[in-house]
């Protein structure tokens, strides 16, 4: 099992960025996906999820209504569409396997990429 | 938002101690959606226990994880030097899902 996550970079306040998951060695539309961030020095924090097929996204409160996660199962894919990114969003973003179709442990991450928010 | 506070912050042991970390929820927890992870520096977290209780693939038997209700605990009985690192709870049984802030084991 592998996730590589993509994306990430320095950004201005209010800038977009879009974060891609490139998964491979399981049967990717069988399990949700996780994105979960940790900001420098600072613990860890569930930024939203994705069903197998899509039927069931949720989002923190902190990044709902500016943050969309989509997934395409053909290309093995996750993204996280951040838009309005502000500086409390400056972190570690990692990609996580569910054990789940709907949600479950993260029994797999990737390294993670980093995002960072500042003028 | 169901809120985890792990204690201690931090936990000053040596190797082959006994190491006994605490996750207390502010309101009831299934055990079925609390879990452990572990995660060492410059890497990404793995999956320690799952389902309060259970070890995911490959951990070895000395993490044990127990509890229910707002009190669970994982122990660590014989600290080996690949265990020091940062030990986070989380819960997915309610939504959001969250974590607890983290207990660093380090070493003494």
């Known amino acids: 099992v592998q996730l590589v996550e993509s994306g990430g970079g320095l950004v201005q306040p209010g800038r977009s960025l879009r974060l891609s998951c490139a998964a491979s060695g399981f049967t990717f539309d069988d399990y949700a996906i996780h994105w979960v961030r940790q900001p420098p020095g600072k613990g860890l924090e569930w930024v939203s999820s994705i069903s197998w097929n899509s039927g069931n996204i949720v989002y923190a409160d902190s990044v709902k209504g500016r943050f969309t996660i989509s997934r395409d199962n053909a290309k093995n894919s996750v993204y996280l569409q951040m838009n309005n990114l502000r500086a409390e969003d400056t972190a570690l973003y990692y990609c996580t396997k569910a054990t789940g179709y709907t949600s479950g442990w993260y029994d797999y991450w990737g390294q993670g990429t980093l995002v960072t928010v500042s003028s | 938002e169901i809120v985890l506070t792990q204690s201690p912050g931090t936990l000053s042991l040596s190797p082959g101690e006994r190491a006994t970390l605490s996750c207390r929820a502010s309101?009831?927890?299934?055990?079925?959606?609390l879990g452990w992870y572990q995660q060492k520096p410059g890497q990404a977290p793995r999956l320690l226990i799952y389902g309060a209780s259970s070890r995911a693939t490959g951990i070895p038997d000395r993490f044990s994880g127990s509890g229910s209700g707002t009190d669970f605990t994982l122990t660590i009985s014989r600290l080996e030097p690949e265990d020091f690192a940062v030990y986070y709870c989380q819960q997915f049984g309610f939504s959001p899902q969250t974590f607890g802030q983290g207990t660093k084991v380090e070493i003494k």
């Open positions: 309101q009831s927890v299934s055990s079925s959606y």
